[in-house]
């Protein structure tokens, strides 16, 4: 699995005539063909790679759904891909995350979305050619970034490791995992630049929200939206964090089957 998640615009300007690079652009169909896409790359919509109904974990697709999408878009296991969107990443970075849980090694992140791209270079509306690949399936990956129910449950007895609620305030109010502590990951995103923040910026809005910054102790991250723990996956898998998995159950799932939640009294 590769450590490095995220490039900026430079490092692909720098590599566009490398065969082995491939882009993904996950914006949907009709904004990858009216408003134009990255030179070169490959439209792989959003809703394309993830399925509620799968029997993977989450809304994770399927490993031979999954290989399908990269194979018809001429993508090969060697490929270096980069997915981008045009929403500050959160779209792209859940097919960073879903590659790596199906065992894609080098997969990365633009820094970076659509319209920050089009300040500065140029954008096409040519379609690219490409030849379709076999793309075998591996299915989840032995090192996949996510866990079970069961390793939740064993990390909020053992009080060693971070859980970190990605929802929305007023989810987390409603119910959270015990010792939970909630992080936006709009926070992590620079407005203006449309990428993340640097990492001492973040580090500063971790320490704010009492999440220890130790690089060795393990994250677990959840939410009810698969694309929210995704970005922030990859945002602390970039500045430095070794140890960071997500559960893909949602609250609701939890819930279901009977787990403990903590509330917030608002009237404090």
Not at 32 to 48: C, K, N, Q, S, T
Not at 121 to 140: H, L, M, Q, R
Not at 165 to 180: C, F, N, Q, V
Request: net charge negative; with cysteine; hydrophobic share 40%.
């Amino acid at each position: 699995m590769t450590t490095e998640l995220l490039v900026d615009s430079a490092w692909l300007v720098d590599r566009f005539e490398e065969p082995s690079v491939r882009l993904v652009d996950v914006r949907e169909a009709w904004e990858f063909d009216a408003m134009g896409h990255l030179p070169g790359a490959v439209a792989i919509p959003f809703e394309r790679y993830r399925d509620d109904d799968s029997p993977d974990p989450g809304t994770l697709p399927g490993a031979d759904t999954f290989a399908d999408l990269l194979g018809e878009a001429g993508i090969t296991p060697a490929d270096t891909i980069v997915a981008y969107d045009d929403t500050h990443g959160v779209f792209a970075a859940r097919f960073v995350l879903t590659a790596l849980v199906y065992g894609h090694d080098d997969i990365r992140l633009l820094n970076g979305d659509f319209s920050a791209w089009r300040r500065e270079y140029e954008v096409t509306n040519a379609t690219p050619e490409t030849e379709a690949t076999d793309y075998e399936a591996t299915g989840i990956a032995a090192d996949a970034p996510i866990v079970d129910r069961e390793a939740v449950e064993a990390a909020i007895d053992g009080g060693e490791t971070t859980l970190i609620d990605t929802r929305e305030g007023w989810e987390y109010e409603e119910g959270h995992l015990p010792g939970a502590i909630r992080l936006d990951w709009m926070e992590l995103v620079d407005e203006e630049t449309r990428g993340i923040k640097s990492g001492d910026e973040i580090e500063a809005i971790l320490a704010d929200r009492g999440i220890p910054t130790d690089r060795e102790r393990p994250i677990i991250l959840y939410c009810n939206t698969s694309r929210r723990l995704s970005h922030t996956f990859v945002v602390l898998r970039s500045i430095g964090f070794e140890q960071v998995a997500v559960y893909e159950g949602s609250m609701t799932e939890w819930e279901d089957a009977d787990g403990a939640i903590e509330t917030v009294d608002t009237d404090e």
